[in-house]
Nanobody, 126 residues
Framework: QVQLVESGGGSVQAGGSLRLSCAASGRTNTDYAMGWFRQAPGKEREWVAAITSNGRSTYYRESVKGRFTISRDSTKNTVYLQMASLKPEDTADYYC???????????????????WGKGTPVTVSS
């Protein structure tokens, strides 16, 4: 089992920045791809970004490319999502995820993703 705990969510004005963190614990000796999903009120959950277990490849949904950056620090078992130029449509609960394979995350196949955090809220006001 892997436990994921997100932090760093909050409220920010449009154009601002936030950095989300996700600390993994438990069975972290296995290499896991990690990533982020989000779900806005009344909308379906969607994937945001993914990073491979070795950190060499990253993937982003089109709407966040150039604004969001995913990274990981394997020494700390932590993944980050740096969000810049935030827009009101980025408002959502953000969930950290982990899976042995990057595919389910990077294709947004949430039902196949093994581990989920409880989420952290991000609110962007106009």
């Amino acid at each position: 089992q892997v436990q994921l705990v997100e932090s760093g969510g909050g409220s920010v004005q449009a154009g601002g920045s936030l950095r989300l963190s996700c600390a993994a614990s438990g069975r972290t000796n296995t290499d896991y791809a990690m990533g982020w999903f989000r779900q806005a009120p009344g909308k379906e959950r969607e994937w945001v970004a993914a990073i491979t277990s070795n950190g060499r490849s990253t993937y982003y949904r089109e709407s966040v490319k150039g604004r969001f950056t995913i990274s990981r620090d394997s020494t700390k078992n932590t993944v980050y999502l740096q969000m810049a130029s935030l827009k009101p449509e980025d408002t959502a609960d953000y969930y950290c995820v982990a899976d042995p394979q990057v595919g389910p995350i990077a294709t947004g196949n949430s039902q196949r993703v093994d581990y989920w955090g409880k989420g952290t809220p991000v609110t962007v006001s106009s």
